[in-house]
C-alpha cells in the first residue's frame, strides 16, 4: 500500500533540475511532498489533492494526475540548500497517510 | 506556536525490554500519526488517531506494540517486549484535522536502539 517513488538517488549541481516520481496502486485522495535533512524531521513542502492540479513554492513545483495516482515533484534550478531526502505521502480515502521509501538528493557546488 | 513535542530524544534498552515513548501534538490538532522510520527507509504508519480514537492500526504490531491517546492530547506508545529489528526512529505527527486536507508537522523523534 505504500508508494512507490523513483529514483532512489539524484546527485545534481547547483542549478541544474530534478523531477522526482511518485505512483500508487490505489486510488488517491491527495499526495503530500515532505523533505527530510539527516538527523532532522521531515518537514512539508506541499499538498496535492486530487483534480490534477499543479502547485509551487519557489523552484519547486508538484503536479498530480489522480487518474493515473500519480505526483512528481519538480526541482528548478536547484541550490545546495535542496539537499535531503524526498518522501512523498499518499492519502486514500480512509485518510491514512503512507509514504514512499524516498528519493535521496545530493546538490553539489 | 509551539511544535510537535516528543520524549526522550533516544533509548537504549536491551531485547526484550519495555519501552515507552511519549508524544505531545499542536494545541488543538485532532489526528496524531505514530510512525516507524527504520535507517535508510520512508516512515512506515503504525497507528492514527482521530481525536481518541483509533482510525488506522493495521501496521502495528499488536503482539508488542500498543498506543493509546487519552482525552485526545496527549499519545503514549509502548513497546514490550523490543526486538532488535524495532531500533528506528518512532516519529509522532498531528494535524488539524483528518490527514487529506492539510500538512502533518513531525516532532524531532525518538531515536530506539535495541541491542
Known amino acids: 500500500q505504500q508508494p512507490v517513488q523513483s529514483p532512489q538517488a539524484v546527485i545534481l549541481r547547483e542549478g541544474e533540475d530534478a523531477v522526482i516520481n511518485c505512483s500508487s496502486s490505489?486510488?488517491?485522495?491527495?499526495v503530500h511532498w515532505y523533505r527530510q535533512k539527516h538527523g532532522e524531521a521531515p518537514v512539508f513542502l506541499m499538498i496535492?489533492?486530487?483534480?490534477?492540479e499543479q502547485k509551487g513554492h519557489e523552484k519547486i513545483s508538484a503536479s498530480f494526475n489522480e487518474k493515473k495516482q500519480q505526483s512528481s515533484l519538480y526541482l528548478t534550478a536547484s541550490q545546495l540548500s535542496y539537499s535531503g531526502t524526498y518522501f512523498c505521502?499518499?492519502?486514500?480515502?480512509?485518510?491514512?497517510?503512507?509514504f514512499g521509501a524516498g528519493t535521496r538528493l545530493t546538490v553539489k557546488p | 506556536e509551539a511544535g510537535v513535542a516528543q520524549s526522550p530524544r533516544y533509548k537504549i534498552i536491551e531485547k526484550r525490554q519495555s519501552v515507552a515513548f511519549w508524544c505531545n501534538p499542536i494545541?488543538?490538532?485532532?489526528?496524531l500519526y505514530w510512525y516507524q522510520q527504520i535507517l535508510g527507509q520512508g516512515p512506515k504508519l503504525l497507528i492514527q488517531f482521530q481525536n481518541n480514537g483509533v482510525v488506522d492500526d493495521s501496521q502495528l504490531p499488536k503482539d508488542r506494540f500498543s498506543a493509546e491517546r487519552l482525552k485526545g492530547v496527549d499519545s503514549t506508545l509502548k513497546i514490550q517486549p523490543a526486538k532488535l529489528e524495532d531500533s528506528a526512529v518512532y516519529l509522532c505527527a498531528s494535524s488539524s484535522i483528518r490527514g487529506a486536507h492539510t500538512e502533518a508537522f513531525f516532532g524531532q523523534g525518538t531515536r530506539l536502539t535495541v541491542v
Open positions: 494545541s488543538g490538532h485532532a489526528t
Open positions: 496535492l489533492l486530487k483534480g490534477g
Open positions: 490505489k486510488a488517491l485522495y491527495s
Open positions: 505521502g499518499t492519502v486514500r480515502n480512509n485518510n491514512d497517510m503512507r
